[in-house]
Structures are given as C-alpha cells and as structure tokens.
C-alpha cells in the first residue's frame, strides 16, 4: 500500500509546473536568439520588443476598445452559429429530407474559403458587422456536423423506453440527449471558438472596420510594426484561450 | 381495456418468428409467456408496445379507451436505466405524476436505501433490475408489460419481486416473458414454440 503525503503532492505540483513554463521559456529564449541574430526589427521582433509594443498599445484606449469590439462581434458571431447548428441538426435528425436539403449548404459552408466569402460579404453588407457573419458561417457546419453526429449515435433503445413511457420531451432532452451530446458538444465548441476568432480576425484584416483587432493588425502591416503585429497577435491568442476555457468549464459542469 | 392481438405473422430476413399468434389480454389477468429462446416472446411484446409492426394481422385495443395508445408501466428484456442518474432519478424521470417522495417508498420496498441513492452504472445486475421493475409499477399504467423481468435476481428477491408486481398490479393486466414459470401460477401461462 503506499500513501501520497503532502510532500510528495506540492512536489508532484512543481513537476506539473515546470514541465509546462520550461518550454515556453526554452521557445521565448530560442525567439529571442533568432531576433538577435537576424538584427532586423522589421524581418523579426524579439519577445522583449514585442512586450515592449504590447505596454504602450495597452496604454491607448484605441487598444481596449478594439478588444471589446472585436471580440464582442466574434463572440455574437459564434453564438449565432452555434443556435443556428444545433437547431439545424435537429430538424435535420427529426427529417430526413431536411437533412438531404441542408447538406449541399453545410458542404459549401465547409469547403469555400473564408476570404471569399469577406469580399462578397464586404459587396453586399459593407464592413460593419463582417466579423458576426463569417464567425455564424464558420461556427454554424461544425455545430450542425458534430450535433448531428451526436444525435444520430443516440441510443435507440433508450429512445424506445421515452417513447413506451411517454417521457416529457424535455426531460427525453434532459436525461437521453443530453448526456450523448456532450462529448460531441465539447469538442465541436472547442474547435469553433478557435475558428471563430481566426475566421474573425481574418475577415477584419480584410474588410477594415474601425476600432477592431483585425484593423489593428492591419495598420501594423501597413507601418512595418512587427512588434505591433506580434502584441495584436498575442492579445488575439490570448482571448481565444481564455474563451475556450471558459466555455469547456462551462460544460463540463452542465449535467 | 382488451389487447386483442389477432392473426399476427412476423418474420425477421425470411424466418418467421410468429405465426397467425392470437391472443386477448384483459383486464386484472395475468399472462405468462414462456419458451425457448428465439421463440417470439419478445417480439410479441414488441408488437403490442406498438415498437414494430407486423407483417399480417393486427393488434387492436378494444373497448372505449382514455388514451389512443396502451398506456403501460414495461420492464425492457435490457434495464435500460440513465446510467449516471440515481435509482429515484431514473423512475421519476419517466412521469410527470410520480413524485420524489413516493418513489422512494416504492424503491425501498425492493432495494436498500444506501442503493437508491447511488448512480445506476454502480449498482449490480439484481439491483438494477429491481430499479427497472419499480420503474415499471411505480407510474400509474393499465397493464405491465415484462420482459424477462427476473434476470439476474436471486430466489429471495425473485420472489419479493413477484409479490411487489401482483400488488401493483392491482386491476390491471400483466403480460410477462420468463423461461422460469416459478411462484407464477397466478397466471394463465402460454407456452410459445
């Protein structure tokens, strides 16, 4: 029988940590040698003028707004897409000629670059909310595949046992469908969040609207600030993370 | 309320598993079907839960009838239980008209309270399909329908188990498939071939 003692825990903790920061610092070293080596502001901005440029953008209120507008659109975006999947996956389980009739749409949705949708977008809506729409159009097949996917796997003999005893439809919600999709649910959303602010981001450079992420990245290009464009690029990275967690923590706690 | 299951004929990839299979099922009697395994037993039970279709004949609720379909409490020859909900949870998750307090009562009845209160996946055979008989008699229903119900329970619980389901019974009707007719003589036993 052996015993983990408070020792060997915070050891076993620092072990965790250390085998996470080390390469990351091993990877900001070997960026910084590269910079250091190139010489080239311009070709390569090292870490420490990247943090540089980061300190004074978030020291502009330009910077903050841009975050929240840029995410707000992208995070709407993704919701958007995310009802629109899921309801779409439904009628699609429930009807089969609704599924036959979605998956010419699903399957262009999927398959046509994101660029050309931002410049036929751009045509007909302008660049205003561009970022909402291409994230509800990128969002919206990985929801609608991975729901379906989940519906389909759905076990029938529980359904038949909902059905003998005429289970309330939300509990049959509840208790059969719900537990099958999860793991459908959790990897579709982590996989559509990281989409949404790249697609995002991307439509943004393209179209340029005012006081966003996308257009920040886009003056840094124009003026040669590599340092900048790294800064946008950490900042981007960073939300995307953060809204990755939140949502995977959010439901792994749904029941 | 009379099932009347009349004429059927039922194969499955060209083997016939019923066969111009007539029966009536009325109220406050009990049928016991029994026979070899592959005999149909099964599928008539299928077949009167409106699940599949036959191929011939008919299965007709006579009489004037509350609901257009039969309304039954059923034990499924698998438990069919929400693997990660409690005993409580997963009886009263069928029905609005069962409650919380009464459940339990009922649960206790067949198994300890320390079994109630855990998630299904960590129950054994027996204990699971004691939940799935309770499940069954614990929604108000008009007839019970039972497959195979005492699989996996030893002599003791198996005949508790008849002694809850003859008194949840009450006036309705009991269909039940067995290879064991044992403490079932209540009933009137068809013997499927």
Redesign the interface.
């Known amino acids: 029988m052996s015993f983990i003692t408070g020792y060997d825990w915070e050891k076993n903790l620092v072990k965790k940590v250390l085998r996470k920061v080390i390469p990351v610092i091993a990877w900001l070293l070997i960026w910084q040698l590269v910079a250091f080596m190139i010489h080239n502001k311009i070709l390569l901005a090292g870490p420490l003028e990247t943090l540089n440029a980061l300190i004074s953008l978030s020291q502009t209120s330009d910077f903050w707004e841009s975050i929240a507008v840029s995410s707000t659109r992208i995070l709407l975006g993704f919701f958007i897409g995310s009802v629109l999947g899921i309801a779409a996956a439904y009628l699609a389980y429930t009807n089969e000629v609704a599924r036959d009739f979605l998956k010419p749409f699903v399957v262009t949705l999927k398959s046509v670059p994101v660029a050309s949708f931002v410049i036929l977008l751009l045509i007909w809506f302008g660049n205003r909310n561009i970022s909402v729409i291409i994230c509800a159009m990128v969002v919206f097949p990985i929801l609608y595949l991975s729901t379906l996917e989940g519906f389909l796997c759905t076990d029938v003999k529980m359904l038949e046992m909902a059905q003998v005893f005429r289970m309330p439809r939300l509990r049959t919600v509840r208790y059969i469908f719900l537990p099958q999709l999860k793991p459908f649910f959790q990897s579709a959303f982590k996989l559509a969040i990281g989409m949404s602010f790249k697609s995002g981001i991307a439509a943004e450079v393209i179209g340029q609207p005012l006081h966003t992420m996308g257009n920040g990245l886009y003056l840094a290009k124009v003026y040669l600030e590599t340092g900048e464009l790294f800064a946008w690029t950490i900042v981007i990275v960073l939300i995307s993370f953060i809204c990755e967690k939140i949502l995977a923590l959010a439901i792994g706690r749904a029941k | 309320m009379t099932i009347e299951v009349k004429d059927i004929k039922k194969s499955y990839d060209g083997r016939t598993v019923l066969d111009n299979f007539n029966l009536n099922i009325e109220e406050e009697h009990s049928y016991i079907i029994t026979g070899p395994s592959g005999c149909g037993k099964t599928t008539l039970l299928r077949l009167i839960?409106g699940?599949e279709k036959p191929d011939e004949g008919t299965v007709k609720l006579l009489g004037d009838y509350k609901y257009p379909?039969i309304?039954?409490g059923?034990v499924?020859q698998?438990d069919?239980l929400?693997e990660?909900?409690d005993a409580v949870?997963n009886v009263t998750?069928?029905?609005?008209k069962v409650f919380k307090e009464t459940v339990t009562q009922e649960l206790l009845q067949l198994l300890s309270e320390d079994a109630i209160h855990k998630p299904v996946k960590e129950l054994s055979g027996g204990q699971r399909r004691r939940v799935a008989i309770v499940?069954a008699c614990a929604?108000p229903s008009d007839i019970l329908i039972m497959d195979e119900p005492f699989t996996g329970l030893d002599d003791e619980s198996r005949e508790k188990c008849i002694e809850y389901i003859r008194h949840k019974q009450g006036s309705g009707a009991l269909v039940l498939t067995t290879h064991d007719t044992r403490g079932l003589e209540f009933g009137r036993v068809i013997q499927m071939v």
């Open positions: 839960l699940l379909y309304n039954s059923t499924f698998e069919r929400c990660d909900a949870t998750m069928v029905s609005r499940r929604i």
